[in-house]
Each structure stands twice: as structure tokens, then as C-alpha cells.
């Protein structure tokens, strides 16, 4: 059975900084493309960022291009988001996917405040 578990999220003021992390159990990451997604208050799911198998390429939504950066550890079968200059915007509960499981996590809330 697939598990993703998130972790990281928290309250944090605008130009703040915070690390997610998604750690998997019932499966090898280190085969599969993996994102990150997220749901602002309100919304549907938006994509953030994805990585392929080997963490070789990388690609992101326009509106984090620049300030988030998504990354692997396949030793760990973990994934990570390391997110710089939040903005209120960013608010969101984010979700580690494996789309070709169709698998999900449960989600962490980042939320950006002053």
C-alpha cells in the first residue's frame, strides 16, 4: 500500500522561507516523476512542481518559477520543496503526487501572513 506523508508546512510572514518534505512507504520513488501540487482557501488544486525519476529535470508553475525549488532524495525516498520569498498567494495546503499511482498524500497548510 502507497503512503505519502507531507510534512513542514507552517505559519510563516510574507518573504519567509520553508522546506516541505514528503516521505513515501509501499513504494520506490526513485521510479517515478513526482509533483507537488496545491489548494489555496477556496480553490481547486493547482500544479507547483514536478521532477522526474532521477531528479534530473525540473518544471514549475509560473507563479513559483524563480522562488521554489523541488528536489528528491531517492536514497530516503523522500521528496522535498524548498520555498523562498512566500507570498500571501502561496497560501495553500500542499500535496506530494505520484500521478502514475495515483497517489496522494493527506496534505501540510503553508500559510503566508503578516
Known amino acids: 500500500q502507497v503512503q505519502l506523508v507531507e510534512s513542514g508546512g507552517a505559519w510563516v510572514q510574507p518573504g519567509g522561507s520553508l522546506r516541505l518534505s514528503c516521505a513515501a512507504s509501499?513504494?520506490?520513488?526513485?521510479?517515478?516523476?513526482m509533483n507537488w501540487y496545491r489548494r489555496p482557501p477556496g480553490q481547486g488544486r493547482e500544479f507547483v512542481a514536478a521532477?522526474?525519476?532521477?531528479?534530473?529535470?525540473?518544471v514549475y508553475a509560473d507563479s513559483v518559477k524563480g522562488r521554489f525549488t523541488i528536489s528528491r532524495d531517492n536514497d530516503n525516498n523522500t521528496l522535498q520543496l524548498e520555498m523562498n520569498n512566500l507570498k500571501p498567494e502561496d497560501t495553500a495546503v500542499y500535496y506530494c503526487?505520484?500521478?502514475?499511482?495515483?497517489?496522494w498524500g493527506q496534505g501540510t497548510q503553508v500559510t503566508v501572513s503578516s
Open positions: 503526487n505520484v500521478r502514475k499511482l495515483g497517489a
Open positions: 509501499g513504494v520506490t520513488l526513485s521510479l517515478y516523476a
Open positions: 521532477i522526474t525519476s532521477a531528479g534530473s529535470d525540473t
